[in-house]
């Protein structure tokens, strides 16, 4: 009996465009340059958006590539989303991702946390899923911080990697093997209620902790595997040296088989580390390959996956576009490390409109005139036009710059703040402030929808969809987003 | 003399500005005061008053109700009524109170706008209201002055028109400005030095808007019939109010152009057929206009008929609007320079109207006025009132 193949039919992936050079951190530290470059949330990134972004990637590219663009969706039976850096620490995000990715109500959502190595576990427990409960959106996020001047500083950073796990002989990277390892320490680790993560004894965490754990798993991941298939290792590391030395104790040649896309333009980010080196990576391969993908914080978590068709995951464009920050005070600033800034104004919130109107606010669903077709990115029960009937309409997440301003005296972590007025493709309109901003926008500029942080009123963190500039056009990503 | 028209026959105007001497009750009754003793009337004399405050909540909550103009005149026992519809408020006072006289509710009808603005400082007052209150998400971030930027990006983009256009209405009304004692700020302003202001919402300056501000104005109407018995009455020839569009439908609606304001079209239409006013630009003499914004005096031109669509900007450059022009705009300074305490503009430019038509504006008296308006925008250009006024004899 032969049983069907459970894999990966869709990647996504997110990578904030702030970035800061190493080298500008040493100078201003006045320590020994390091090289790389880290990618840093922008004061209305986090966990969450970072996720959505992800999500919405893989999801998008999903109904895309089996053409069920309307069911897609209404086929996922869980969402599983990892993070060690939620911004609720009671309260459900994948609750909230969900209803953000227009997932069915009926939807199973689990939050994973704490562990380093948790985005790849919920890719292996996606696959134990996925055969009884259908489609499974895997996602993995964080923003990881250490103490400004620290070793650590130059290592961490921020991005999400998502995918759909489902079995079927049309899943693009099967899962043919897993291997993993548990352990009671981890090499860094952040107390509850800390902002900043923390090494353990350096040495010890790498030889111990990281070395010998990586070789355990490893030799059993790759037994009896053809080295000639074996197309590349995406193995996370507490630096890259680390990596490297574990690839050639294994006996594989570091140069061909050692494949990280990411980590020099990121930094290492946390638990999404292994699913956004995995995605850099399988964009670039080609049927038959097989990856070895391998998440090593408190244990090992490692999966050998075989690519039956290639599957683009959108990574080296996200990598590539960036908004270089400056300055490291500019980039403490955003992180709200300089302390008297002020923080965000208190102001009217309610989850009673939240929920109400949790359609048009966060489902991004308008609604359209039965009789005369205009649509609304609000949800008015009448057509505000001829006063007709009106039904749902899922909007578009891709407009065109209709009008624009930048507001100089609104209090914002990044003035001036734009705004912007987007007319959306296939009908509706939003107005909405302008994120990642790059320079003064202009009248017939391309954007697309991204879900950020508004505001934190009364220590809630209260998400809506801004605009930014859209990414290249091409392959997957926003240009076809629905 | 049409039996469905009212008159002014008594006005009063505080001075416009930080009035960091006077509370919301004292502009009331300084203003009132003055109207009356034009009238020549005791308080008691009134037997209706209606109220316009737009933001009771910028300060001390006065303004909410009509018991704060009976507190602070003494005018007891009488019905008392608050009105309130954004920027187009006071206008709401008038018409509320013309109407009564026209229904025959009541004889001596009191219309009072009043706003105190700066018991707080200006980033708490309108700007704060709307970046702490109101929803929660939806235009989160946007103030007045970024409404009304969208506007002026869209002509610039539509119409060619510049960021000089737009301080060159800031120009000409802080020129005239200097000859108005009840102004925020009687200083001309070179052109550079509107242009070189720094930006409040691109590509709206700090001079192309009008300040926070202080004040408050009342008139006192009668039904044309009984207006003889009053010293130099000026009749209300065309009420026009109209409610076009809404807080978020121009920027939720792809319907929406930006280019001009369906509300000021629809409430002239309303003022003008009611005035008998077939050609705007031969037929009237000044407007009072609400430039809150730059922007929105040129996009006004086009709304009140004053000149062609696209034309805006050739009719501001020309002089047609200036002192001894076709139609005097802004003859008073305009809110760009008597600023915009918002209940208040409206009965401001009926206060300054009349007294161009009576012949008393003294340095800035339009030579043989007969007929002015005044003219509000409400909310994000959702709201227009239309009022136009008219010399006797």
Known sequence: ?482 | MPADRVSVVGVGCTRFGERFDAGYSDLVAEAVGEALADAGLDRRRVDAAWLGTAFPDAGVWKGRSGMDLAEATGIFGIPITRVSNYCATGAEAVRGAAHALLAGACDVALAVGVEKLRDRPPQESIVGMMLHDGHPVRQKGFTAAGTFAVYARRHFHERGMTRRDLAQVSVKNHRLAVDNPLAHFRKPLSLEEVMAAPLVADPIGLLDACPTTDGAAAVVLVRAEDAGRYSAPVDVAGIGLSVSSGWDLPFFDPGHAFLGFQATRDAAARAYSQAGIVDPRQDLDLAEVHDCFSIVELITYEDLGLCAEGEAASLLWSGATDRGGDVVVNGSGGLLSCGHPVGATAVRMVHEVTTQLRGRAGRRQVEGARRGLAHNIGGPGAIASVLVLEARG
Not at chain 1, 9 to 23: Q, T
Not at chain 1, 274 to 297: D, I, N, Q, S, Y
Not at chain 1, 321 to 341: C, F, I, N
Not at chain 1, 378 to 385: E, F, G, K, Y
């Open chain 1, 1 to 482: 009996m032969s049983t069907a193949p459970v894999g990966i039919s869709a990647w996504g992936v997110a990578v904030p465009r702030r970035r800061l050079d190493n080298g500008v951190l040493a100078r201003a530290w006045g320590r020994p340059p390091s090289p790389g470059v880290r990618a840093v949330p922008g004061p209305d990134e986090d966990s969450l958006t970072l996720g959505v972004e992800a999500a919405l990637g893989a999801l998008d590219r999903w109904e895309a590539a089996s053409g069920t663009a309307s069911s897609g969706r209404a086929a996922v039976g869980a969402v599983l989303l990892a993070t060690t850096t939620p911004s609720l620490a009671e309260g459900s995000l994948a609750g909230l991702l969900a209803e953000v990715c227009r997932l069915p109500e009926t939807v199973r959502t689990v939050d994973l946390g704490h562990s380093g190595r948790g985005g790849l576990t919920a890719l292996a427990l996606a696959a134990d899923l996925a055969p009884s409960v259908g489609p499974v959106l895997v996602v993995a996020a964080d923003t990881r911080r250490a103490a400004p001047g620290s070793d650590l500083e130059p290592l961490v950073g921020a991005g999400a990697a998502a995918c759909v796990v489902e079995s079927g002989d049309g899943v693009g990277w099967a899962l043919v093997r897993r291997a993993g390892r548990a352990s009671p320490l981890a090499p860094s680790w952040r107390l509850a209620g800390e902002k900043h993560a923390q090494w353990a004894d350096l040495r010890f965490g790498r030889t111990v902790l990281y070395g010998e754990a990586v070789d355990a798993v490893l030799g059993v991941l790759l037994e009896g595997v053809d080295g000639e298939r074996l197309a590349g290792i995406a193995l996370q590391a507490p630096d890259p040296g680390s990596g490297v030395r574990a690839l050639a104790r294994a006996g594989l040649d570091p140069r061909r088989h050692y494949r990280d896309h990411v980590s020099p333009k990121t930094g290492d980010t946390g638990c999404a580390h292994p699913l956004l080196m995995a995605a850099a990576a399988a964009e670039r391969l080609e049927t038959g390959a097989l990856l070895a993908v391998l998440a090593a914080a408190d244990g090992v978590e490692a999966v050998l996956l075989e690519c039956r068709r290639p599957t683009p995951a959108g990574a080296a464009r996200a990598l590539a576009r960036s908004l270089p920050l400056e300055s490291v005070v500019r980039a403490l600033d955003l992180a709200g490390e300089v302390a008297g800034r002020p923080a965000d104004p208190l102001g009217f919130r309610s989850e009673v409109l939240d929920w109400r109107e949790r359609g048009p606010t966060w489902r991004l669903v308008g609604t359209r005139c039965a009789a005369c077709d205009a649509t609304f990115a609000l949800a008015p029960r009448a057509c505000q036009r001829c006063g007709g009937a009106t039904d749902d309409r899922p909007l578009a997440r891709a407009g065109t710059v209709f009008s624009w301003t930048r507001e100089h005296y609104v209090p914002t972590p990044e003035p001036p703040g734009g705004m912007v007025v987007v007319d959306l493709d296939g009908g509706g309109r939003l107005t909405v402030p302008l994120a990642d901003p790059e320079g003064e926008p202009e009248v017939g500029d391309r954007v697309e929808l991204v879900l950020r942080r508004l505001h934190e009123i009364a220590g809630r963190p209260g998400y809506a969809w801004k605009a930014r500039p859209a990414s290249a056009g091409g392959e997957g990503g926003s240009a076809d987003a629905r």
